[in-house]
């Protein structure tokens, strides 16, 4: 990311920090019969889309600069990567964004009152976390002006963020309500303090790492469900995108009456809870509810929210599930819509359709007489490079790629594509309805986003803090930007920085009925190759049925944590009582394959995995880790 891109990010929070709007969030998930359909129970995933789309809004909201703002997420499935590799060692060690959003080094251990629960931790006074303020009642000097956090330097990956855990838990789901929420509890309790609490939103990492999950439920979506556009019937009655249950009654038990497609999400504000009033309503947030379809089969595409439609851009891994979705059947989309029909040529339809061009859709035969010059005016505005682009990426998917032709800043090798500004804003507002705003992956390269923040943090917080903020906007913001009237601002250069050592290809996928994603699909940090290439290689030799080889790789993963990942972290009998939760699916497992309830097919198993990754920490071995005062220290 750009500098200028993680400063807008960061200046977005302490904004909405000290306009009062960013706790109004905290009150949200806190407030009784909001939270009663948070959590628990089969919406969790789509409340919280809906949650997180508002927050956005709001982010966007705090004022023009920060119009292309979006959540960067939380990858933790890179810092999965990169522990078992031995690479580092700590969830805070791997995990580039944990230190950009403000690290994890407080000045002493403080317990705040956050809008009513005494939340204990480092209390971290770094940008933008010098501007929280812990209730709407707190004011000036009364705000806290630090948010307490875990001992981040101690904190293990947990096995269930590896790619063969999250495999599982996203495509061994035959429909939205078993798909597993082992990550969520997870993840919350590792980093511990106010991520342990319902409070949680008051750390920014919680909207990153709410974004992941996100990201996996779009992939679940294209995967199982397909990438057509549905209607809301459509929505309400597909059995695996809509999967009803019982709602939550008295605040813990689901017996209530199940929830109904049209049922309106309930978010409510209030201090403490007390005196709750609908989010709409509130007059500092309730514009930010504004246009935004609120009721639950609303939420079960992100890219079809209208104004507030967005998509992600995904590499390595990631790219790799949405592409293979695990080797698992993919749904098959109806022929094309009528609509997408309209580019004649039918090898050409790919690149007409979105093109975003109207006048020349056609292949634009008329604009270039000559047949075989029809390539070159494909992208009109560049003939001078227009060569070039196709030799750039010689697969017809590239097609794809130029079609969405308003993205030359950020696109791999199309800088000089992006000189005629024209060219953004012609193309843009003809064909996309349905404008789309687009979370980045900021902590993906974490080499890069190391090496890109230092240099530009000092200049960027208005406090001249120094900070590593990973977020913003991508590219996408500037192509289906909710406004295209951002069209200039929303654009990055974040292409144009990437790392001349790694290979990338940007390929945007899309469905014949105008449903797309863009993805960049050939970046592999050394990490994620290495874990790739031993998970290939086990599949391949296991043979057998997906769902067979993907449980069975990730009981491997369970035991390879218990062996040589320093062993897997119990949770708190508090926090077994917050979130209803008894242990981490790996204690499970692996506790099941000691008392010899389940077998690892594998018998040569433990060799596979030290033959491609090593054992990084065994059980029995004492490691240095950085403490709350980043100096080493035993685990």
Not at 421 to 435: D, I, S
Request: hydrophobic residues 30%; contains cysteine; glycine residues 8%.
């Amino acid at each position: 990311m750009s500098a200028r891109e993680k400063a807008t990010y960061k200046g977005a929070l302490a904004a909405a920090m000290d306009s009062g709007a960013y706790i109004k969030f905290v009150e949200i998930h806190t407030e009784m019969k909001s939270e009663m359909e948070a959590h628990k129970q089969c919406m969790f995933i789509y409340w919280h889309r809906f949650f997180l789309v508002v927050f956005e809004n709001m982010l966007r909201g705090q004022g023009p600069k920060f119009a292309c703002v979006t959540v960067p997420y939380f990858n933790w499935m890179a810092a999965s990567n990169k522990a078992l590799t031995g690479e580092c060692r700590t969830l805070g060690e791997c995990s580039p964004i944990l230190r950009e959003l403000g690290g994890y080094a407080g000045n002493s251990q403080k317990t705040v009152t956050i809008n009513g629960a005494q939340v204990a931790g480092n209390c971290v006074t770094t940008a933008p976390l010098n501007h929280f303020c812990q209730s709407s009642s707190s004011k000036g000097s009364a705000c806290a002006r630090c948010l307490p956090r875990g001992n981040w330097g101690s904190a293990k990956v947990p096995a269930s963020v590896s790619y063969a855990s999250v495999i599982g838990q996203v495509f061994n789901g035959t429909n939205i309500d078993k798909v597993s929420r082992t990550v969520e509890p997870d993840i919350h309790s590792i980093l511990g303090s106010t991520m342990t609490k319902f409070q949680s939103p008051a750390d920014p990492i919680f909207w990153s790492h709410h974004a992941m999950l996100d990201a996996l439920l779009t992939i679940f979506h294209k995967c199982r469900v397909g990438t057509r556009r549905m209607t809301f019937a459509q929505k309400a009655a597909d059995p695996v995108a809509w999967a009803s249950c019982k709602r939550r009654v008295g605040g813990k038990l689901a017996t209530g009456p199940p929830f109904k497609p049209t049922d309106i999400i309930t978010m409510r504000t209030g201090e403490h809870g007390k005196t709750p009033i609908e989010g709409r309503r509130d007059p500092l947030i309730g514009r930010f509810f504004r246009g935004v379809p609120n009721r639950f089969a609303d939420m079960l595409d992100g890219s079809d929210l209208g104004s507030n439609s967005y998509t992600y851009e995904i590499s390595g891994l990631l790219a790799t599930m949405y592409k293979g979705c695990g080797g698992m059947p993919k749904k098959h989309n109806p022929p094309a819509a009528p609509a997408s029909k309209k580019a004649s040529p039918p090898h050409r339809a790919p690149v007409p359709r979105p093109t975003t061009r109207p006048p020349t859709t056609p292949r634009r035969p008329s604009a270039v007489p000559p047949p075989h010059r029809a390539p070159a005016p494909r992208p009109t505005t560049r003939p001078p490079t227009n060569p070039r682009r196709p030799s750039a990426v010689p697969p017809p998917h590239r097609a794809p790629v130029s079609r969405p032709t308003t993205r030359p800043p950020t696109t791999p090798r199309r800088p000089s594509a992006v000189p005629p500004p024209h060219r953004a804003p012609a193309p843009r507002p003809a064909t996309r309805p349905p404008p789309t705003t687009h979370r980045r992956p900021v902590v993906s390269p974490a080499h890069k986003t190391r090496a890109s923040t230092t240099a530009a943090e000092a200049n960027f917080d208005r406090d001249n803090q120094q900070t590593r903020t990973s977020s913003s906007r991508s590219f996408f913001d500037w192509l289906f930007g909710r406004g295209r009237r951002r069209l200039a601002t929303c654009r990055t250069a974040t292409a144009d920085k990437k790392k001349t050592d790694e290979k990338t290809t940007t390929l945007v996928v899309s469905s014949p009925t105008g449903h797309e994603d863009l993805i960049i699909a050939s970046h592999f940090t050394r990490p994620e190759k290495r874990v790739m290439n031993w998970y290939n290689e086990t599949m391949t030799s296991n043979g057998g049925k997906p769902q067979d080889n993907i449980a069975d790789m990730e009981r491997q993963m369970c035991m390879f944590q218990d062996l040589c990942l320093g062993g897997i972290v119990k949770y708190t009998e508090e926090f077994k009582a917050l979130w209803g939760v008894e242990e981490p699916l790996c204690r499970t497992i692996v506790n099941a394959i000691n008392n010899g309830e389940q077998k690892i097919l594998d018998s040569s198993w433990k060799q596979k995995m030290e033959a491609h990754l090593g054992c990084p920490h065994p059980a029995n071995e004492t490691i240095a880790s950085g403490g709350s005062d980043g100096k080493a220290k035993s685990l």
